[in-house]
Structure formats: C-alpha cells, structure tokens
C-alpha cells in the first residue's frame, strides 16, 4: 500500500526544501560539463543571429569600421613601403613628405574607426546579453513551479551570471576575432599582390600550423574541461560553508574545512597547471614557424631582390607582414576557446528558454475580474509525476467568505491542493472553479489579484519594512501599510526597528523573528486584500506571545474573505465552516469539528490523543489508526 | 609534501592575523565594528594599496616570481634581436651587393647565415616565452589559490554579526570572480608589466646604437602612452567599481527572486519583479558602456601617438637616409622594432583593463580579510579544561550596537542544576545562547566555565566545550552520516547511531532507502522542519560536549516527540551541564531552574511550582499555553 516514505511528499511544507526524486520528468538543467566544449552549432549562431537583428544598423556601422580599421591597419606597412622604394630609395624629400603626411592621416583613420568599432560592439554585445538575460528571467518568472521545485537555484544562477557572461566574452572578442580574420585575409592578398612567389613560399608554412593545431586540441580540451570542473567544486564548496556558517563555527569545524578545501584547492591548482602547460605548448610551435617565414623571406626574398626581381621595400614590407601575420593567428587560438566556451554556454542558455511554459494562459484568456469569492474542486486528479497522482478525485466547495481547514499528515496532499487552487500546476482531472470560471480560461495574472497567499514560511526580500508589506501592491501607501500593520499587530514591533518602516530587512527578513516575519506576511496578504486567501498556518514554531497576537490577525485576516488554510492549531481548525481531512491523497473526513468528532475518524481520534499540531507525525498517525506501519 | 607545508603555512597565517587584530579595549572593538558597516557600503582599501598587497602576496612565491620575471625579460630582449638580425642581414646583403666586389652565392651564404640565426633566435624565444607564460600563469594560479584560502578562513572565523549583515550572493561573488580579477592581474599585469618595460627600454637601447635623435622621436609616444593609461586606469578603477557593485545587486536581486518565486507567483508579481531586474540589468549595461567608452577612448588615442611614431620615424629617418645619415638598412630595423613595439602597446591596454579591474577587485577582498576578527583569542588565552561544567554569568549585560540587549544577567548551570529560560521575542534568550560558545563578547560582566572567564580561554576550547542546538539548523549538501558527524569526523557508525536514535530520527533513517548514505541538499531529499531539528540534535550529541546548549532546538518537532527526546537526552546527559531554552514550557518543566526573560532582564526566576505561584509573567504565558491544551480537553 502507497504509504508515504519521505522522499514521495513533493508537499513538503516548506518552499525551502525542494522535492528531489523526479527528475526525469524535466529537463535536467545540472551542470553538465560534457557540454562545455560542445561542437561549434550553427544553431546556436542562428539564435545568437535572433537577438543581434535588431541591431542591424548599428552592426552595420561596426562591420564598416571594422573593415575600415583593418585596412588601415594593413595600409601602414604598405605606406612604410612605398615610403622606402619609391621615395626614400630616389631621393625624393617631397614625395617622403606627402607619405609620412598619408601615414597621420590614415593613424587619425585607425583612430576613429577603432573608437567606433570597439564602442558600437560593445553596445550591441551589451543590449544582446541584457535581452537574453531579460528573456531568461521572463522565462523563469513564468515556468511552472514544478520546474523550480526541481531545479537548484545555483543552477539556474550559474546560467544567469556564468553562461551570459561567456557569451559576453565571446560578443566582446568578436570584434577582434572579425579583425583578426580581416587582418589574415589581408595581409595574405597584399602578399600575393606584392610578390606572388614569394608569398606561396612564405604562406606554405600555415597549413603546418593548423595541423599541429588539429592534433593539439582535443588533448587541450580535456585538460581545460577538468580545470572547469574542478574550479566549479571550489565554488560549491565555499557557498555551502558561507551558508552553513553558525555550524561551522559552533562545532569548530574551521582546521577540518580548512583542509577540505586546500585539497579541493590543491586539486584545482594541478588541474590548471596540465592545462597551462598544454594551452602554453602551442607558443613555441608558432614562434618557430614565425622565425622559418622570417627565415624564408630572407633567403627566397634576397635571392630574388639580388636577381632583380622585387625591391628591398618589398622585402622589409614582407618582413613586417609575415611578423603581423602571426599574431592573428596566435589571439584566433585563445579566441577559439572563448568561442567554445560561449557556444557550450549558448546551448544552456537556449535549453532554459526553450523549456515549455508548462501553464499558459489561453490565447482567448479574459481576467476574471471581480468575484464574490466561491471556489470549487470537482473532482481533481493531480500527481506532479502524472504516473503518481497525489490527490485522487478531491472534490469540496468553499462559499464565499468561508473558511475550509485541511487537515491532515505531512505529505498527505495538503499544500498541493493549496498550490493547485492558484494554478501553480495545472490538474490532470476535474477543474478548479473560482465563481464558475475555469481557472485555465482565464488570465493567470488576474487570479493573482483575487487570490493572495501566505506561506508558512515567510519569504521577505531585502528591502524595507514598507516595500515587503505593500510588495506589487498597485497604489498602496505608507498609510494603508501602517494601518495593515496596525491591524495585524506588527505596528508596534516595527516602530521598534531602527528605521521604524524604512527599515532594511537582512538576507531573508533574518533580523526578525519567525513570528514577526508571519506577521509581516499577514499584513503584505492584507494590504493587497485579496477575496480569496490561501495561507498555509505556520507550524509550533512560534512562541507563545506572538502566537496569541498571530491568532488574533488571523481572525481579522479571515474576516471577509475566503480561506483555504492550512491548518495546524487546534484553534483555527475549530473555528473553521469546514474541515477536510486529507490523507494519502484522497478526503477521507470533511465536516464541522463536531460533526468530525461524532463520526469517530481520524480525526476524532487525533483529537482524543491531545495532539496540540496536526503537523509532524505521520508515524504516529498510521500506529494511531492501525494503518500499516509506513517506513518512518 | 610542498602541500602539507603549505597549509599548514595557511594556517599559521591566519592565526596571525586575528590574533593582531585582538584589542583588549572595548571601545576600539565598537569603533571597529562601525567602520566596518561604513566601509561594506563604502569601498574598500582603495587603488595603488591594493596592487602594492596583491603584489606582496606574490613575494611568498619569490623565486618562482622572480623566474617569471626572468624569463619575461629574456623574451623581450630575444623579440628585439630578432628585427637586429633581420636588419642586419638586409643591410649587409646590399652593402655586399651594392659595391659589386662580391658573388651572389657569397651574397647568398650570408642571408642563409642570417635566416639560420633568425630561426634559432625564434626558436629560443617561443621556449622562454613558454616558460614565462607558464610560469606566470602558475603563480597567478598560487596567488588567487593562496587568497581563496585566506578568504575562506577569514569568512569561517568572522563573527555572527557580519554574516547577519552581508548578504550570501555578495560574498559568493567577492570569493568567485573578483578573486579572478586579481588572478588576471598578477597573470597578465604583474608579470607582463616587466616583459612590457624591458622590451621599451631594449628597444630604445637598441634603436638609440643606430640613431639616438631617431630613437628619442619613435620612442616619444611612451610618455604620452604612460599618462593616458594612468589616467584610463583610474577611470576604470572607478567604473568597475560600480560594475562589481551592480553585479552584486544584480545577484541577490536574482537569488531573492529565485528563493521567493512562491511569494512572486502568489502575489502575481512578476511584472513588478521584471521591472525590479530591469532597474539594475540596465545600470549594468550602462555602467559597462561606460568602460567601454572611456577603454576605446584612452586605448584610440595611445594608438595614434604610437603611429604617429611611425610617420616620424619615416619621414625623419628618411630624410636621414636621403642625406645619407642612416642606410636604408638600418631603417628597415627601426621599423621592425617599431612592429615589435605593436606587442607592448596592445599589452598596455590590457594591463591597464586588469589593473583597475584588480585594484577594485582586490579592494574587494581585502575589505573582508580586513575585517578585525571581533572575537579572538588575547595573549594569554589558554585552552580551557573543563573538569565539572559550571557555566556562570556574572551581572551579565550585552549590547548589539546601540541598543542593550541583555541586562544584569546572573545565573549559574551545574551538571546537577539545568537551566531554562523562557521569554517573548526580543527579550535576549538568544543573546544569551550567542555569549555561552563566545560568538559575542559580553559588553560588562562575565561569562566563565568552571571558573574560567571566556575571554581567557582560546575560541577553540571554549566552542569545543559546548554543544549547541539552534532552532534553525543549516545542514550541509552530504549524506546523513557525514552530517551527523559533521563535529567529529572520526565518529565511529555506532556513535552516529546512537544520537540518532536519542534525536528520535534513527527509525526515520532507517527507512529511507540509502539509510544513513542517504544526500541531502539541493541534489538530495528535502526534510521537514522537524526532521532538520532532530539531525541537528544528533549531530551536536556526536560532539559529547560536557555543556548542551538547546536553544528551541525542538519548536519544529510534534510534543509526542519532544518529550520521547526529552527523556532520551536525560538518560544520556547524566553528569553534563544543560540549558534549554524554550518558548514551550512542557520543554523546560523539568528545569532545576527557570528564567523568565523580559527586555533583557531576568523578570522572575525559580522551579516551575514557584513560577506559577507568583504570578506573574510566567503564570501568564502558562495559562496562555495551557489554554491549548484546555481546548483538547473541553
């Protein structure tokens, strides 16, 4: 029989704690480090080709300085050139004159295209990556938590920040990549034109290099990829200890992880160092080749100056193109990594914006506009696995201005029945009603606006006191926060803040305590005074003090509207129009709690045994009812 | 074995380094604290301080820094030779031919002696230019490695206080990239930075032997080359600054997000949230363009002035040539140094990118490794022994900041005289739990063990001594096992079972498929609340201190439960000092001792009979808690 071992309560009442063993049903979005050094795509190009369209003219403008400044670039040994043979070789001051003049000016040339090419690409680079980061974050603001449920934040942090950043470097090196290959193309048509058998000679040393290349790179690649992941174990590794730092310190765990993470650190450090030695193994190669053309062009060159057959400026000038020529393709090398890195990253990227929304609204979607507050499951089937469903035909009704209790053991299905009332999942059977609509036709922004939600643990952002209480709430103002807060019982604790309301909350509101923090989640729920109101009751964690005035805010918070909740005090569960007693599940009790207890059930029986929370005992529960004994 | 030596170098370092910063005054460890919030919203130690310690950091290193450099300065000077033999060659070939006394093949013999050269010369420079990359890369690697650890001790040993204050994302993005900001420097600032000069120098030497007025008029971009990157550093420095700090924002705005998504989708708030994003995406884009400006400004104009060079050098050796001053030779060589000094001008550009990104990177993390470790062992502090466990506050009183926290405090626990202490929020029980391991000092009065003041004793000992359980435990990305014996790696199998089955969380265990392998974390099973206390619980029972401290270590767990923990740990902690603190008083019924808290005093204290019979605060939270129980009842 299906009893609930730990591992199967995708409710777990906590948004803190993440389900973790269905991770097939989603895309694994893990690092996968295989992947780093992917195939250059032409996929990816096209998407990358996607986002830079709209900068069509600006790219334009880039190409033309680029194109530009290569050719200045390429003109300055031409000049020198021009400069020795034809001038300076006759004797001509006049002549020299107007070409060291043609030098400034095309230096001034090299100057301005320069300035627009580095400028124009890097704003076209920048807005690429601020657009794909903003879909990216769109894209994650709209899946379905189902997906977020499964997928570390770190992950989904490391494509935000890591994998746009590699793009970053690869968009911003694009400018000296389009150089670097202009630059080559270049410098082998001057070659050509400037002596024809002299370039074959000298240009038949390339095809060498990109053998030794071709040899060279898979070994490289192996190396750097294990340097990546062992950077990434360093990472990790110091986030966990940065979290986890009042352990750390309380049990005195700092020589211990001192010394995990120098092994950690040793092991990374080796791994860059193989890396290094085999990214570095390539200078050698290429400077020799560098010194054989040099050699080449002095033996064909002078051989065929001393024959007559091109001038000595044609020499020098080859000399100095054969120097440049190099150079591109020493930076295309580092490049090519960089571009690597960036497609492996574009894959990721683009797999996360690829990933199905999950919950759509409708094309023909309406909001749902005003509502008096009825909601109803009919029938509902729901599992976040659809091989394993989690509710099975829950079906209730909840009057406007009703509150319904469920109740029940941890993973019974509880918080899913609450998750799928605003449509955080979408049902596999039977609907979900708010007044009659379907929750599927309408907008999902507009059930936002009529359904509020609090969660048993609060989550508060780092901003002030004010912004956390009124957060999204359209025209709220300082009066209608501090009048909610009044009400809740959080004024008087807030006043004793440093700033009073314009308090800055730290990391997770962790300068409250967990009751003022449910307190503060009381009042953001009423300032945006929401029909309909989802709140998941925290559980004992509360002391007493706050727990009385937490008791009397729910009351005021309930008044009026209707409320599913979470139940876990006897108090509220007493006081509310309906229980529901859910259990693998499935509704096995609903009614009054005087109705519950004449019926002898579970919940009678929970009763009985004086249990001041619902919440926590499982284990218990299955031993109270004679149910088989689960695996707790 | 040179890593053995090396951490415990590490190590020794750090001790170092908190044990300076230990004050003895009071008011000089207040004043401290408050810089440190001005300077965490501030900035750091700023510009050529942070290069002049990043540069220090490579001394530990010296001969491997010093090879680098080595190796550095031979590649330049090879580069140089180079464009001398060329122009050498060119120059003697045409002397040879030009006066006509000579056969081709004698002619030909020379440029074959001289291509022979230029290979061996490029062969020579590609192995050391090797060697200085691997080299430089290498140390780049120890260095960043060396701070990484630094920065890893540091963040371990700061107090409570500061990781209350500094958000996680911005101190993952200090640790991560700004330590790659300072690796860059030493990697292609530091070690370049010589390789860069003695090629300028050697270049002007070389270039100065055949014509110094030439050689003063090509070389006379470099002044202008060094100012403007000066400048464009400093401007850089400034903006990267802001880029980082952008960034940071960027990350806690994500990783809130993230971590609230439930709060965003239940309040609809994902325009709002985009709009949120947007604000800081955009000054990231901004702030960056900025750079980008002020790089191809700066970058444009050394460009310029360095072709400008170029013109000078043609026009002015030319007309040497012309008059017969200077060989065409001889201009050949001056212009292939001039191409040779291509390299070093691009480098600049770089430098100057790294170097500002490394002087607001590495203000970055100085600013932390800076941070006076607030609580550290004095010069006289001794390992405390432990012989009975009597934990004293004596007239106790704490303050946070400005405000007090906790009071006249007194109160003694034995072995035999468990204490419990109750209270509404605020009310200091957690001040309390904070002064018994020293996670804070005590502002006036004294908190002693077996007679033995905290602030004589070493950290170590002191934390060693006592088990704590808080209320929220953190447990770390692992399996169960490894969590459980997180304070004692060596804890045998049995050990870890046994707490586990005083925590009441061994049956659970059991049951679980992998049992004790069982990982938990982002990757691993999720657990409750209760489930989390209970490991907790376990894990500081492994620990076998002689002092538990149960700061509401149980609030999550069902009473059923708690009480069966409860009579557990009684059993098992025969002979070891407890104090509980407590919001549910069937937790600390059975204290010897009850304190009741109220802003910071202690209000009332006494058994619980005595308790209820005065009335008070305590009587009052009673009735209020049993008022629970009493609707069961009815």
Partial sequence: MATTTPQAQPDQDSNRQRPANSEEEHPNLHESDEEMFAQLDSTVFKRFYYYASPYKKAMLIATLAVIGFTFANLAIPLIVKIGIDSAIREGNSSLLAIIAITLIAVAGFYWITNFLQNVLITRVALRVLYDIRADMFLQLQRLALSFSDKTPIGALMARMFGDVGALQEMLESSIEIVGDILTLLGIIVILLVLDFQLAIVTLAIVPALFLIRIIWQPIARRAFLRMRRNSSIVGVYLDQNVSGIRVVQALNRQSENHGIMGGKIHTFFWSTVRASRLGGILMPTVELMTGAALALVLIVGGGRVLSGAIEVGTMVAFLLYVQRFFEPIRTLTMHYAVLQRAVASGHRIFELLDIPLGIEDKPDAQPIGEVAGTVEFKNVTFGYDPERPILRNISFKAEPGQTIALVGPTGSGKTSITALAHRFYDVQEGSITIDGHDIRDVTQESIGGVMGMVLQEPFLFSKTVLENVRYNTVGATREDVVSACKVIGAHDFVMQLENGYDTTLEQRGSNLSIGQRQLLSFARALVADPKILVLDEATANIDSYTERIIQVALKKLLAGRTALVIAHRLSTIRTADKIIVVKDGEIIESGTHTELIGQDGLYAQLWQTNYTSFDDISGNADKLIGAPASST | ?634
């Fill in chain 2, 1 to 634: 074995m040179c890593l053995v030596g090396r951490g415990s170098k590490f190590s020794s370092e750090v001790n170092l380094t908190s044990s300076t910063a230990t004050n003895p005054n009071e008011s000089q460890t207040e004043r401290q604290r408050r810089s440190v919030r001005a300077r965490l919203t501030d900035s750091g130690p700023t510009g050529s301080t942070v290069l002049w310690r990043i540069t220090r950091l490579t001394f530990d290193y010296r001969w491997h820094f010093l090879l680098s450099i080595l190796f550095a300065a031979i590649t330049a000077v090879m580069s140089l030779f180079i464009p001398k033999l060329l122009g050498n060659g060119v120059d003697q070939a045409f002397t040879l031919f030009n006066d006509g006394a000579h056969t081709r093949s004698e002619i030909e013999t020379l440029l074959r002696t001289t291509a022979l050269l230029v290979m061996a010369v490029a062969a020579l420079r590609g192995t050391t230019g090797f060697a200085q990359m691997f080299l430089g890369e290498t140390l780049s690697q120890r260095v960043s490695n060396h701070l990484r650890l630094l920065y890893f001790d540091k963040l371990q040993v700061l107090s409570f206080s500061f990781h209350d204050r500094v958000h996680t994302g911005q101190l993952m993005s200090r640790g991560l990239s700004d330590i790659e900001g300072v690796r860059m420097f030493v990697q292609s600032g530091l070690v370049q930075v010589v390789r860069v000069s003695v090629m300028i120098i050697a270049a002007g030497v070389f270039m100065a032997s055949i014509d110094w007025q030439l050689a003063l008029l090509s070389l006379g971009f470099v002044p202008f080359m060094v100012y403007r990157s000066a400048r464009l550093r400093l401007q850089l420095r400034t903006t990267w600054r802001k880029i980082q700090d952008a960034l940071g924002d960027l990350t806690t705005t994500m990783q809130e997000n993230l971590a609230g998504i439930r709060v965003v989708r239940a309040f609809s708030a994902q325009k709002y949230e985009e709009a949120k994003f947007d604000v800081t995406a955009k000054e990231v884009v901004e702030l960056r363009m900025d750079a980008a400006r002020a790089y191809a400004r700066g970058g444009g104009s050394i460009s310029f002035a360095f072709l400008i060079a170029w013109a000078v050098v043609l026009w002015v050796g030319g007309e040497k040539v012309i008059d017969g001053q200077l060989t065409v030779g001889e201009l050949t060589e001056f212009f292939l140094y001039l191409a040779l000094l291509r390299f070093p001008v691009r480098m600049i550009l770089m430098m100057v990118n790294s170097t500002a990104r490394a002087s607001s990177a590495g203000g970055r993390i100085f600013e932390i490794l800076d941070i006076p470790s607030e609580i550290a062992d004095s010069a006289v502090a001794r390992p405390l022994k432990v012989s009975e466990g009597v934990v004293r506050f004596d007239d106790v009183s704490f303050s946070y900041g400005d405000a007090p926290a906790l009071q006249g405090i007194s109160f003694e626990a034995r072995p035999d005289h468990t204490i419990g202490i109750v209270g509404a929020p605020g009310s200091g029980k957690s001040s309390i739990t904070n002064l018994i391991p020293r996670f804070y000092d005590p502002t006036t009065g004294s908190v002693s063990i077996d007679g033995t003041d905290l602030k004589d004793a070493t950290v170590l000992s002191v934390r060693q001594a006592i088990g704590l359980v808080e209320q929220d435990p953190f447990l770390f990305d692992g399996s169960i096992r490894d969590n459980i014996r997180y304070g004692d790696v060596n804890a045998s199998d049995e050990t870890v079972i046994v707490a586990a089955k005083i925590a009441q969380i061994h049956d659970f265990i059991a049951g679980l498929p992998e049992g004790y392998d069982t990982e938990l974390g982002e990757r691993g099973v999720g657990l409750s609340g209760g489930q989390r206390q209970r490991v907790a619980i376990a894990r500081t029972l492994v620990t076998n201190s002689p002092i538990l401290v149960l700061d509401d270590s149980t609030s999550s767990v069902d009473a059923g439960t708690d009480a069966r923990i409860r009579s557990a740990l009684k059993k098992m902690t025969e002979g070891q000092t407890t104090i509980i603190i407590a919001h549910r008083i069937s937790s600390l019924l059975h204290a010897d001792e009850i304190l009741v808290l109220d802003n910071g005093r202690i209000a009332e204290r006494g058994t619980h009979d005595e308790l209820l019979a005065m009335g008070g605060h305590y009587n009052q939270l009673w009735e209020l808690q049993r008022g629970h129980g009493s609707e069961v009842l009815d």
